[in-house]
């Protein structure tokens, strides 16, 4: 139980050109979604959390117009990334919380690896 | 602030030997603390938590780790580690915002080789 997929695994796209990814809680409804970003060898950095339904909760630094964040159901959140630049080419992980379990127990995707040319 | 500390960014092991894995955090409160490993191109799968109790915690894959408050450590052990635990262990502390919602703060990570 708790699987959290995300799709694709790794996307290559050309400077300037937006790309979304796909976050799916796949048995069980994540009222809560966590975007991260891990650059090479380093920790993850929480981007934003999002809950079902509202807008998403952006951490300090994170461009909200750049990093777009939408978690329109129970299972499924999306993170799009704006006109993108060789700089945001980076490791991208979400995690989901399902509601009424302990408050920082998240279920972590695989990750998606993102290369901007 | 709250945050996560892993001095040590490589550790190196013989397959068989044991293994400790240093983590300090700085938090106002008592904290609730985990530890994650993630394998090469992959997200982050719990070893084990901590948030109140027994101060020694038992995980997965015979991985424990050991609170001690007056340290403000929560240090990952395993007696004899094998191949497959060569991978990237995080410390994370779990943190309240304002706001209401919670979320984890990650420390920088070791990196774990093991040798045959």
């Known amino acids: 139980g708790a699987v959290v997929s995300q799709h694709p695994s790794w996307v290559i796209c050309k400077s300037g050109t937006s790309v979304k990814i796909e976050c799916r809680s796949l048995?069980?409804?994540?009222?809560?979604m966590f975007w991260y970003r891990q650059f090479p060898k380093q920790s993850l950095m929480l981007m934003a959390t999002s809950n079902e339904g509202s807008k998403a909760t952006y951490e300090q630094g994170v461009e909200k117009d750049k990093f777009l964040i939408n978690h329109a159901s129970l299972t499924l959140s999306t993170l799009t990334v704006t006109s993108a630049h060789p700089e945001d080419s980076s490791f991208y992980i979400c995690?989901?919380?399902?509601?009424?379990?302990?408050?920082?127990?998240?279920?972590f995707g695989p990750g998606t690896r993102l290369t901007v040319t | 602030a709250q945050s996560v500390t892993q001095p040590d960014i490589h550790i190196t092991v013989s397959e068989g030997a044991s293994l400790e894995l240093r983590c300090n955090y700085s938090y106002g409160a008592t904290p609730y603390l985990f530890w994650y490993v993630q394998s090469p191109g992959q997200g982050l799968q719990l070893l084990l938590k901590y948030f109140s109790g027994d101060t020694l915690v038992q995980g997965i894959k015979g991985f424990e780790a050991e609170f001690k408050r007056s340290q403000s450590s929560f240090n990952l052990r395993k007696p004899s580690v094998h191949w497959s635990d060569a991978a990237e262990y995080f410390c994370a502390v779990g943190s309240m915002f304002s706001g209401g919602y919670n979320k984890l703060i990650f420390g920088a990570g070791t990196r774990l080789a093991v040798h045959p």
């Open positions: 995690s989901a919380r399902e509601a009424g379990t302990f408050p920082y127990e998240q279920y």
């Open positions: 048995d069980f409804q994540a009222t809560t």
